[in-house]
C-alpha cells in the first residue's frame, strides 16, 4: 500500500487549498482514509477521515465547516478542499490507512489506528 499527498504550499490567511492523496499499487475504495497533520513541536493529529463508500465522514472540531474531505474512488484519489484557511493550519499534512478489518469509527482520529501513511505536504498558511 503506498499514499502520497499532495498539493501542499503557501497561502494567506483566508485562502485555500486542496490537497490530494494518491493511492498506487491497490484499489482505495477497499480503505478507509485519514487525513493528519502535524506542526512543529506538537503531536499529529487527525483532521478528517472518509470511509470506504464516501459515506461517513469526520472532522476535527477545528476544522469543521472550514474543511471538507472526499474522495473519487474510480481515480483512486481521496481530496482535503482546506477553505478559510488559518496561521495554526500551518503542518505537514498526511494521508494515511488504518487495517481495514480492524478500523472502528470512533477512533479516526487515533494516530495508532492507521497502518499506511503517505509522505506529507506542507502547507504554510502566512498572517
Known amino acids: 500500500v503506498q499514499l502520497q499527498a499532495s498539493g501542499g504550499g503557501l497561502v494567506q490567511a483566508g485562502g485555500s487549498l486542496k490537497l490530494s492523496c494518491a493511492a498506487s499499487?491497490?484499489?482505495?475504495?477497499?480503505?478507509?482514509i485519514g487525513w493528519f497533520r502535524q506542526a512543529p513541536g506538537k503531536e499529529r493529529e487527525g483532521v478528517s477521515c472518509?470511509?470506504?463508500?464516501?459515506?461517513?465522514?469526520y472532522y476535527a472540531d477545528s476544522v469543521k465547516g472550514r474543511f471538507t474531505i472526499s474522495r473519487d474512488n474510480a481515480k483512486n484519489m481521496v481530496y482535503l478542499q482546506m477553505n478559510s484557511l488559518k496561521p495554526e493550519d500551518t503542518a505537514v499534512y498526511y494521508c494515511?490507512?488504518?487495517?481495514?478489518?480492524?478500523?472502528?469509527?470512533?477512533?479516526?482520529?487515533?494516530?495508532?489506528?492507521?497502518?499506511?501513511w503517505g509522505q506529507g505536504t506542507l502547507v504554510t498558511v502566512s498572517s
Open positions: 494515511a490507512a488504518p487495517n481495514e478489518r480492524r478500523w472502528v469509527p470512533r477512533f479516526w482520529a487515533d494516530v495508532d489506528e492507521y497502518v499506511y
Open positions: 472518509i470511509n470506504n463508500s464516501g459515506r461517513s465522514t
Open positions: 499499487g491497490f484499489n482505495l475504495d477497499y480503505y478507509t
